[in-house]
């Protein structure tokens, strides 16, 4: 954790050091680059400075103390929830405390569903009970419950050329894993092309490259005109079985029953806080991570962990008495389980000031070892930041990728805000195998 943190931590700092302009704009500077290299260069000792305090110093665990102490106090914090809201408070005066300037919080409507009880149980050709999980925003089914028969598919190819054997069938995906963003529109679209085929359900193979029978949960999106129908992820040797049952011709029936809700939205926080720049302090370099989570677990890897870096990449700075030229702005999001709700609604309101944001930065893919970070922006940028990474040399995480990306920074990165996600080694690692193939 402390290795990601110094990814954050340097490159938030140092960024905010550089060029008085915003990075994304074209001509970047009066200076020549040869100028801005070498001012890099002249922070060695600052960045050695954050380098030592976050992994030999006082600092050293600390972000993973102020994690655990969080989560073992609240637990799971999903959207509209009253967990949700006393982490946002816990972290409002945890802020405060931490000596942090301009610690406020900016309110948002956000989604309210709550999935009740749930079960899925196969009746034919054999009695199984099913593991499942309930998707975010699906209603529920009637208190019988559906009992259907199964059509099992592969893709939503297979899905239309079977759509006459579809009605009034619970629809099962078994769709291959290839990679998370292929895949996950199975989970986020299923039920929506299940129910333009006449289907009373959909059932989707959790989302997963493994499994250990384990279902995993995550949004699902209705569409406007098209019947809204019960759907949930089972697990990966579930979907499995049933697909080998299918080929064999067995029927299969299934009873499901889900308690799920949708409540009328709630209100929320974003939750902010800053060190003000001393020579710009208008232009804001941003990092971030989101403080909700889903209902079936802490929230401690997504995105609990993102959270505290972030927070903690501000604690770094100001223990160290560092005072950067622009402004570094944390922001704890809100509702970004249902489609970065939170973040589109500051995006909303503070878009109007975009040029003066230079950077907007999140992590989202779990605090593992990382090997760098993934930036999108122009060339001239990208090489501003390669010049700083290069300072994270002492502990070997300099490497600068393509596609910073994440769903809260996206509506920032879209209009043309140069953006970074930090990488762990675990997505090289699965990217290099996959070329091995």
């Given amino acids: 954790m402390k290795f990601l943190l110094l990814t954050f931590v340097g490159v938030v700092h140092l960024l905010s050091l550089s060029s008085g ?20 260069a002249s922070y060695g000792d600052v960045a050695k400075a954050i380098i030592n305090l976050a992994v030999y110093g006082k600092a050293q665990n600390r972000s993973y103390e102020r994690l655990a102490l969080l989560v073992d106090t609240v637990g799971p914090r999903p959207s509209g929830s009253k967990s949700l809201e006393k982490a946002i408070q816990i972290m409002y005066q945890n802020l405060q405390e931490d000596g942090l300037e301009n610690v406020h919080l900016e309110p948002v409507k956000i989604p309210h569903w709550e999935r009740g009880e749930e079960s899925a149980v196969m009746l034919e050709p054999r009695i199984h009970k099913m593991a499942i999980l309930g998707l975010g925003s ?16 592969t893709s939503f190819e297979e ?25 996950v529109q199975y989970r986020v679209q299923g039920s929506v092309e299940a129910a333009k085929v006449g289907a009373v359900a959909s059932l989707i193979r959790s989302v997963a490259s493994f499994s250990i029978y384990s279902p995993h949960t995550g949004i699902q999106e209705y569409q406007d005109g098209v019947p809204k129908i019960p759907t949930a992820c089972i697990t990966v040797e579930d979907a499995e079985m049933m697909s080998r049952m299918a080929s064999r011709g067995n029927r299969i029936v299934i009873q499901l029953k889900m308690g799920a809700k949708n409540y009328p939205d709630a209100d929320s926080f974003n939750t902010v806080a800053e060190i003000i720049g001393s020579k710009y302090p ?27 870096i972030s927070w903690e990449a501000l604690s770094l700075i100001k223990d160290l008495g560092l005072r950067p030229k622009r402004t570094l702005r944390l922001v704890l999001w809100t509702a970004e389980e249902q489609g970065g709700i939170g973040a589109f609604q500051y995006y909303q309101l503070h878009k109007a000031n975009i040029s003066n944001y230079s950077l907007v930065m999140e992590s989202d893919l779990g605090t593992f070892l990382p090997s760098g970070l993934q930036f999108t922006g122009s060339e001239k940028a990208r090489t501003i930041v ?52």
């Fill in 21 to 40: 302009k915003t990075i994304y704009k074209n001509d970047i500077s009066q200076r020549t680059f040869q100028e801005i290299k070498e001012e890099i």
């Fill in 138 to 153: 699906s209603i529920g089914t009637p208190p019988e419950g559906i009992t259907a028969e199964v059509l099992v598919v």
């Fill in 159 to 183: 899905l239309q050329r079977r759509a006459p054997e579809a009605r009034g069938k619970i629809v099962v995906y078994n769709q291959p894993y290839v990679n998370y963003s292929k895949t």
């Fill in 282 to 308: 208008e232009q804001v370099v941003l990092v971030s991570g989101h403080l909700d989570s889903w209902d079936v677990g802490q929230g401690a890897m997504d995105d609990g962990g993102g959270a505290f």
């Fill in 386 to 437: 390669e010049e700083v990474m290069s300072l994270l040399q002492p502990v070997n995480i300099t490497q600068v990728f393509r596609a910073g990306e994440g769903t809260d920074i996206n509506f920032w990165i879209q209009a043309g805000v140069p953006g970074t996600t930090r990488r762990p080694v675990w997505l090289e690692l699965r990217e290099r195998g996959r070329e091995c193939e």
